[in-house]
C-alpha cells in the first residue's frame, strides 16, 4: 500500500513536534526515518497510526484519505522498542494470534512460512520469556506480519541489543518485510541499522525532514552539512575557497570537487572518509592508524592539511606514507 503524508503539523503546548512534514512511502518500500532524540519520529508515527490526529495535513493511504480514521481502521502491525508479546501464550501461539482470530484454516501453513524465517527450532510449548531479547523481537514481527497489515511500523525494534546481535538481526528484519512485500516505516536513531534496512530515508531534525534519499545519496549528495555529518560516520570538513572549473584551494592545496562554484567564494568541502584512492599525485604522510580489519582509519598529513581516510589495509601495511588522489565525486560542496 501506497501512504502519503502530506503537510503534517503537531505541535505540544509550545513544542512542535512534527513541523510541516510531506512525504510519500512506495507500495512494498521499507521507509525509513532518522533523528536525534525529541526531532518528532514517534509522534509521527502515531499520526500516520491514527493514535494522535494532527493539527492540520492529511494522511493517504493509497488515493483514500485516512486522517480522520481510527487505529482499528487502519490496520496496522506495530513492533515497538519494549517487546509487547503476550506472555500468556507461547511463542507460536503469539505468532498465530492474528489468524486464529480471523478463524483462518490455513493458519498453520502461514505460521509455519514465518518460522521459516526465525531460524531457531521453538518447541510447541517455548514461553516467550525463555527466548532472549532479539529472539522475542522476531517474534513481534512475526506476529505483525501475521495479522496482515496495510502497514507495518517499527519504533526502534533493534535499540538496547547487542551490537553484534542487531547487526545480523537487520538484515533478517529486512529479509522478512521484504519476502512478504509489507510496506513498513522504520525509525530509528541508528544510522548504519537505517542505511542497512531501509530502500530510502528521510533524515528529521527538530520535526522537519531535512532530506529524503537512498542511503547512497545521503551519503555521497548530503543537502547540507548537518546531513554530511550525520549519515556515514565520519567525514572531513574543511573551509576552502572556489578557484572556479570546480577547483578548490585549502592552504597550498588544490582540490576538484563534485560541483563548479564562482570563482572567488568561501565554501566548505565534506570529504568522505573513503574518498582517498591508492596510487596518486599527493603524498601523504601517516600520523596515526587504526586497524579496522579490511579497511584501516588514517589520519594523514597533505601539504600540512589533516584529513581523515579510510583505505583498504593492505595497501597502508607497513608504510609511513602513501600516495594518494581524492575522488571528486566524493567532494561534496557547500557554500558558505
Ligand atoms: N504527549 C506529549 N505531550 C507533550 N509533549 C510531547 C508528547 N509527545 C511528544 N512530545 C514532545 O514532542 C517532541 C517529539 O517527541 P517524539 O517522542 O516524537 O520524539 P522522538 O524523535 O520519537 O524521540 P526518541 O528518539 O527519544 O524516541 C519532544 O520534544 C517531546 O518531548
Ligand atoms: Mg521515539
Known amino acids: 500500500m501506497r501512504i502519503v503524508v502530506r503537510n503534517v503539523r503537531k505541535r505540544f503546548g509550545k513544542v512542535v513536534a512534527v513541523d510541516d512534514v510531506s512525504f510519500e512511502v512506495k507500495d512494498g518500500e521499507i521507509f525509513g526515518i532518522i533523528g536525534l532524540s525529541g526531532c518528532g519520529k514517534t509522534t509521527l508515527l502515531k499520526i500516520i497510526a491514527g493514535i494522535l490526529r494532527p493539527d492540520s495535513g492529511k494522511i493517504y493511504f493509497d ?51 514465518l518460522m521459516g524465517f526465525i531460524r531457531a527450532d ?11 531479547r532479539g529472539m522475542q523481537q522476531k517474534i513481534s514481527l512475526a506476529r505483525a506480519i501475521a495479522s496482515e497489515p496495510n502497514l507495518l511500523l517499527l519504533d526502534e525494534p533493534l535499540a538496547g541489543l547487542d551490537a553484534r546481535i542487531k547487526s545480523t538481526m537487520v538484515f533478517e528484519l529486512r529479509d522478512m518485510i521484504k519476502d512478504v512485500g509489507v510496506t513498513a516505516i522504520y525509525v530509528t536513531h541508528d544510522q548504519w541499522e537505517i542505511s542497512s534496512i531501509a530502500d530510502r530515508i528521510a ?23 548537518y546531513v554530511a555529518t550525520f549519515m556515514g560516520g565520519e567525514c572531513n570538513l574543511l573551509n576552502a575557497y572556489s578557484l572556479g572549473n570546480s577547483q578548490f584551494k585549502i592552504g597550498d592545496l588544490i582540490l576538484k570537487g563534485s560541483r563548479n562554484i564562482e570563482n572567488g567564494r568561501n565554501v566548505k568541502l ?7 584512492i591508492p596510487n596518486g599525485r599527493f603524498e601523504a604522510k601517516i600520523i596515526e592508524r587504526n586497524f579496522m580489519g579490511p579497511f584501516t582509519r588514517l589520519v594523514l598529513d597533505i601539504n600540512g592539511i589533516k584529513f581523515i581516510a579510510k583505505m583498504p589495509s593492505k595497501q597502508v601495511f607497513n608504510v609511513d606514507k602513501v600516495f594518494v588522489d581524492i575522488d571528486p565525486n566524493k567532494i561534496v560542496v557547500f557554500e558558505r
Request: proline share 4%; glycine share 4%; charged share 30%.
Open 63 to 113: 488515493d483514500v484519505d485516512v486522517t480522520n480514521l481510527a487505529l482499528e481502521e487502519r490496520k496496522i502491525g506495530f513492533v515497538f522498542q519494549d517487546v509487547r508479546l503476550f506472555n500468556h501464550l507461547t511463542a507460536i501461539e503469539n505468532i498465530a494470534y492474528a489468524p486464529t482470530l480471523r478463524g483462518e484454516q490455513d493458519r498453520e501453513e502461514l505460521v509455519d512460512w
Open 203 to 225: 533524515i528529521m531534525k527538530a520535526g522537519k525532514i531535512i532530506q529524503i534519499g537512498t542511503p547512497e545519496e545521503l551519503y555521497y549528495r548530503p543537502v547540507n552539512e
Open 270 to 276: 565534506a570529504i568522505k572518509l573513503d574518498a582517498f
Open 122 to 132: 521453538l518447541s510447541k510449548s517455548t514461553m516467550p520469556t525463555e527466548l532472549s
